[in-house]
Structures are given as structure tokens and as C-alpha cells.
């Protein structure tokens, strides 16, 4: 019993130290002219991962502190990746480029406010689409993924870009959710 209350313990310090060396890594400028965020932030927690593992051989290599086997750094390692990247994509990818985010926030900084729909719709036009560029980095980031491409007078999908589609339509088709947005009017 003690050994797996050692193990957990062990576990959650090193989740605690690799998220917090991850999320301290976005304090840096490294990888900073990467303007994809998502990209940036994996790029960011594979070094961290990587500072982590040598953190981890040293402290095996040390033995006087704890007695560690490379199962447990391997744990650790694999609960760090895997829960900082599940936190990734699920929230801050999100804050990123949530429209839900944006008018909330709106709202919280003007509380006492009432809005009507035409109030939203006119903040997030001025603001997020106009002020904030919001399509243009959108544009600069599916160039980036290589989706579409920048051609003579405009933009043009790439067959990266239908396969992409395709796929999410695959995915909206197995889970079934709202896809207006994959099949829209033409």
C-alpha cells in the first residue's frame, strides 16, 4: 500500500512540475513567430516533455531521493503529455478562438449592460471580425496548415484542405452533431 501511495504521490508531483515548466515555456519566445497556436503550444509541450524525461533519468540516476524504475518515468511522462494535451485541445485552443468566449467576456466587462441580438452581432462584427482580424488569422492559419493557398486574386483550397473536410465530415457522420458548418449552402 505504501508503494502505490509512493507512486501516485510521485505521479502527481511530476504532472504538477511538467505542467508548470509547460505552461512556463509560453512565458518564453521560443517558437513566439509561430502564429498557429496550437502548433506553438505542441511544439512547447514536446519540450517540456523532453526537459521532464531528463529531469526524470537524472533523478534515477540519483536513487537517493526516491527509487524510480523506468515504468514509472514512462507513467509520468505518458500522464504529463496526455493530460496537458487533452487540457490543450479542449480549452485553451478553445479560448483561442471561441466566438461563445469572446461575447462572454464582452458581457463580463459590461455586466450591468442589457444587450439585444443586434447589440452581440454589431460587438462581434466591429470588434472580433474587424478589430481583432479574426478572418484574416484564420486565413494566415489554414495557409500555415497548408489547407488552402494564397493564389493570384485570392485563396483556393488545397486537396490537403478536401481531405481535411472529408474527414470531419466522417467524424460528424459517426458522432452525429450539428454539421451545417461542414455542408454549407452553395
Not at 509560453?26 to 526537459?51: G, K, Q
Not at 483556393?156 to 465530415?169: A, P, Q, W
Request: glycine fraction near 4%; aromatic fraction near 14%; charged fraction near 20%.
Amino acid at each position: 500500500m505504501i508503494n502505490i501511495i509512493k507512486l501516485l504521490l510521485l505521479n502527481i508531483s511530476i504532472f504538477i512540475f511538467g505542467t508548470l515548466l509547460y505552461a512556463g515555456l509560453f512565458r518564453t519566445s521560443i517558437f513566439e513567430d509561430l502564429h498557429v497556436y496550437f502548433y506553438r503550444a505542441v511544439i512547447l509541450l514536446c519540450i517540456a516533455v523532453v526537459i521532464l524525461t531528463i529531469f526524470l533519468v537524472l533523478l534515477k540516476q540519483c536513487q537517493k531521493f526516491i527509487k524510480i524504475e523506468w515504468k514509472d518515468i514512462i507513467i509520468c511522462l505518458t500522464i504529463t503529455f496526455c493530460l496537458n494535451f487533452s487540457f490543450l485541445s479542449l480549452i485553451t485552443v478553445a479560448l483561442d478562438r471561441s466566438i461563445s468566449v469572446f461575447i462572454l467576456s464582452e458581457m463580463t466587462n459590461h455586466n450591468t449592460e442589457v444587450y439585444t441580438k443586434n447589440d452581440i452581432e454589431k460587438v462581434f462584427l466591429d470588434v472580433y471580425m474587424d478589430k481583432y482580424n479574426a478572418m484574416d488569422r484564420r486565413f494566415e492559419e489554414q495557409i500555415i496548415s497548408g489547407n488552402i493557398e494564397r493564389i493570384e486574386n485570392g485563396y483556393r483550397i488545397t486537396e490537403k484542405g478536401c481531405n481535411l473536410i472529408e474527414i470531419f465530415r466522417g467524424i460528424a457522420w459517426l458522432f452525429p452533431i450539428d454539421n451545417r458548418f461542414l455542408y454549407p449552402p452553395k
